[in-house]
């Protein structure tokens, strides 16, 4: 099977990890440039694609792949939406998922004549609405930090959430075809007095997460149409509460979590190759190694060898 990575970095670890699992079985595991654009060089494409990069090249590539039947893990619409921090907070609290209250906002000046008219309460974290690779997020305790941060990003559409007391960490839950992983790391937000866990131990695996998290988490998978994703939640004892949702997140340093996304890609790529041998009652091709096409064949797993 032709498994294709949509990274800007394909040496990412847990993609690496992936790779090399999948090229052990026999399979063959090739990148492509989120700027080539939707009408890129992918002739024939590959059986399913991995979609780790998020640029709006990455997602035009990968709609592009979709509107010829490929299947893409995640979906496109699916990864956009959550760049969006807007319509994440409003779909996951229609969801009944407890996502942080989200208010939207021109931009920071926006929230300063809100707070300054009494509409709007601190603390509150201010976050860019566009989820992206050095975007805002800021903790706002006075309205000097907020007139700075008015300065600083003038013409920057922001959230505001309510900063609720934690520990200074978050509990990042890392889900693979429903699969759970999971971590504590310390918030961008933690001051210097969160340096350390309260209880001295940053270890924390599924066996401590709670039942009630990890429904959350799962449920999470299903109202964003994820396979692979992240969730944040506010590290304590109290409720969860969610104020993140990632589309295909790093997963550092998680055992075993590079052969569950190994076994899903050969799992949905078997799905599509089928999906298209019965709609056109001819096995799609697939190029092997040397670039001829062959019939792609169902693979039962990362172990099975493939072209």
């Known amino acids: 099977m032709r498994i294709g990575l949509i990274a800007s970095s394909p040496d990412h670890p847990v993609l690496a990890a992936t790779a090399a699992l999948l090229t052990a079985g026999g399979h063959h595991v090739e990148a492509l440039d989120p700027a080539a654009g939707p009408d890129g060089p992918f002739d024939p494409p ?5 979609l780790k990069a998020h ?43 407890p996502f ?20 709007l309460l601190l603390p509150i974290v201010v976050k860019s609405r566009h989820s992206r690779r050095h975007d805002l997020v800021a903790r706002v305790d006075d309205t000097a930090r907020l007139r700075a941060l008015a300065e600083e990003w003038p013409d920057e559409p922001v959230v505001a959430q309510p900063y609720l007391p934690s520990t200074g960490w ?20 933690a001051g210097p007095e969160h340096a350390e866990l309260p209880d001295g131990d ?16 799962l449920r999470a998978g299903e109202v964003f149409g994820l396979d692979v994703y992240g969730v944040d939640l506010l590290d304590g004892p109290g409720e969860p509460v969610v104020v993140d949702v990632n589309a295909f997140p790093g997963i550092r340093g998680q055992a075993g979590a590079p052969e569950a996304l190994a076994a899903l890609a050969l799992r949905v790529g078997a799905a599509g190759t089928a999906a298209g041998s019965a709609v ?3 096995p799609r091709q697939r190029a092997d190694s040397t670039g001829a096409a062959t019939p792609a064949p169902a693979d039962a797993g990362p172990g099975t060898a493939a072209g």
């Open 100 to 119: 942080a209250p989200t208010r939207a906002a021109a931009d920071p000046a926006e929230l300063l004549g809100a707070v300054e008219a009494g509409e």
């Open 280 to 282: 056109s009652g001819v």
């Open 170 to 189: 978050d509990q990042k839950l890392w889900v693979v075809a429903g699969q759970l992983f999971c971590a504590r790391r310390r918030s961008e937000l």
């Open 55 to 97: 640029t709006p090249a990455a997602l035009a590539l990968a709609r592009g792949l979709e509107e010829r039947g490929v299947p893409v893990v995640n979906p496109s619409a699916a990864t956009e939406l959550c760049q969006d921090r807007v319509a994440m907070a409003e779909l996951a609290r229609r969801a009944g998922l």
């Open 46 to 50: 590959a059986d399913v694609y991995l």
């Open 202 to 217: 940053g270890g924390f695996g599924p066996a401590e997460l709670s039942a009630e998290r990890a429904a959350v988490a």
